[in-house]
């Protein structure tokens, strides 16, 4: 078990070229269906075309890798409702995200229940976790959940985990 006293220093800490970072680990997932039934009316329908997205998941700490999700997925087309949609991939990540839920629950709890600054939780995700996520994309998560905001989280006493130990202050 790594102690703090021996805890190794981060090899990315001053690299301030992008192009220097160790290069993502490409997993490959399918939701890719010939047919799919609407959600609106639970007719099955045909794929209409294929698609693909790239989802930043959590990394490999150990290898030192960050980790993309190359999802490859469906669209298809209901004639009776005239509406197009997705094959369900809600497992995976929110519509539209660019992360894995794994990511986005991690941050928040870094921040709502670790009481880590924004900034903070941004430099642990990519130190312990290997995932870049700049601190604005974890306010807008957490802004999101409504969780902080009306009560501080700053006024709880903090948890004495081996964030604190490592180093991790609040400004
Ligand atoms: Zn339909």
Redesign the pocket.
């Known amino acids: 078990m790594l102690c703090p006293a021996i805890y190794p220093p981060d090899p990315t800490l001053g690299i301030t070229d992008p192009q220097m970072l160790p290069s993502p680990k490409v997993v490959r997932r399918s939701r890719n269906y010939p047919h799919r039934p609407?959600p609106?009316?639970g007719?099955s329908c045909p794929r209409e075309r294929v698609r693909t997205r790239t989802l930043h998941d959590l990394g490999d700490p150990l290898g030192g890798r960050p980790r993309d999700i190359h999802l490859t997925y469906s669209q298809h087309h209901?004639a009776?409702?005239r509406h197009s949609f997705n094959a369900d991939m809600s497992d995976l990540a929110a519509p539209k995200a660019r992360y894995t839920h794994r990511v986005a629950a991690l941050a928040v709890r870094l921040v709502v229940e670790d009481g880590l600054p924004y900034q903070a939780a941004s430099w642990h995700l990519w130190r312990d976790d290997r995932v870049f996520v700049p601190f604005a994309t974890i306010q807008n998560w957490v802004e999101a959940g409504g969780k902080k905001g009306g009560r501080p989280n700053r006024d709880r006493l903090p948890r004495l985990g081996p964030r604190r130990l490592l180093g991790i202050h609040r400004r």
């Open positions: 609407c609106e009316c007719r209901c009776r409702c």
